[in-house]
């Protein structure tokens, strides 16, 4: 019996699950095939775009004139962190914690390989990161003349982050990036776009409301309060980074990527 060109797994009885496994994966394998500046262009522009949600947090603690703790203040931060999301992955720019999901699927599927999986996640994760740098320095230097959004809010969003060990860091950066992997997993199956809004709304939303790290948009939440105090350091800054990413690592290429995966090729679907 031939074995030249074997079907991939995932195809054969075309159920719903194997329907959204098998648009995951052909979403992972087109960024994977992606050139290098295409990549790094589209994780700048990700990682610029998502630095509005961090602002119009600030902006709405400034108007509030308190902090958290309130819930009408908590539901409508939550929405602001939510807007970045929105505008990211609604313009399919690349954002790391996505690729935590999308990018895995293609090397369980036997179509790329853990050296492409790498390329993918290096080169979005720096783009983003530098995008959310040149986004909070821009903010910064523009932000006496703004006038809508005070030091003092910045830098309590960043103490919300930054106030915490290394293990809480890494175990809620798990359930950020789970989070994440479910919205891109869902994303696979939704194709309209009121559809896909209510989606990352829904999961964004959360992850604000419950004050999860995720390793882009804390980027620039923690280099807000790295520029203007000195009570955030570079110290806290490379922790927040170091153990957020590989927390969302986890969350979506564990519990979202190998899970899902598993369930629908080898769990009977």
Do not use: C
């Not at 098998?22 to 295409?38: C, L, N």
């Not at 209510?198 to 620039?220: C, E, F, M, R, Y």
């Amino acid at each position: 019996m031939a074995d030249s060109d074997p079907e991939p797994p995932v195809v054969g009885k075309q159920t719903p699950s194997r329907a959204i496994l098998k648009s995951a994966i052909e979403a992972g394998q087109h960024e994977m095939e992606r050139e290098t500046e295409g990549l790094l262009l589209s994780g700048f522009s990700a990682g610029l775009d998502i630095g509005f949600g961090p602002l119009l947090m600030a902006v709405l603690l400034t108007l509030s004139d308190g902090g958290y703790g309130e819930l009408g203040t908590e539901l409508l931060l939550a929405n602001a962190y939510a807007v970045g999301f929105i505008f990211v992955i609604i313009a399919r720019s690349a954002l790391f914690t996505e690729h935590t999901t999308l990018a895995v699927m293609p090397v369980l599927a036997g179509r790329a390989s853990l050296e492409n999986l790498a390329r993918v996640w290096g080169l979005v994760w720096i783009s983003n990161v530098v995008g959310g740098a040149v986004f909070t320095v821009f903010i910064v230097v523009l932000l006496p003349g703004l006038g809508v959004a005070s030091p003092e809010a910045f830098v309590t969003i960043a103490h919300e982050l930054v106030a915490h060990n290394v293990r809480w860091l890494f175990i809620a950066g798990i359930l950020a990036g789970w989070l994440m992997g479910l919205a891109a997993w869902l994303l696979a199956a939704a194709q309209e776009t009121i559809s896909r809004l209510l989606i990352i709304w829904l999961v964004t939303a959360l992850i604000g409301l419950l004050h999860l790290p995720h390793s882009i948009a804390g980027n620039v939440e923690v280099l807000f309060g790295l520029f203007l105090t000195a009570d955030v350091t570079v110290v806290d800054y490379v922790k927040f980074l170091a153990m957020s990413t590989a927390g969302n690592a986890v969350g979506g290429g564990v519990f979202v990527a190998i899970l899902k995966y598993g369930h629908v090729v080898r769990g009977g679907d």
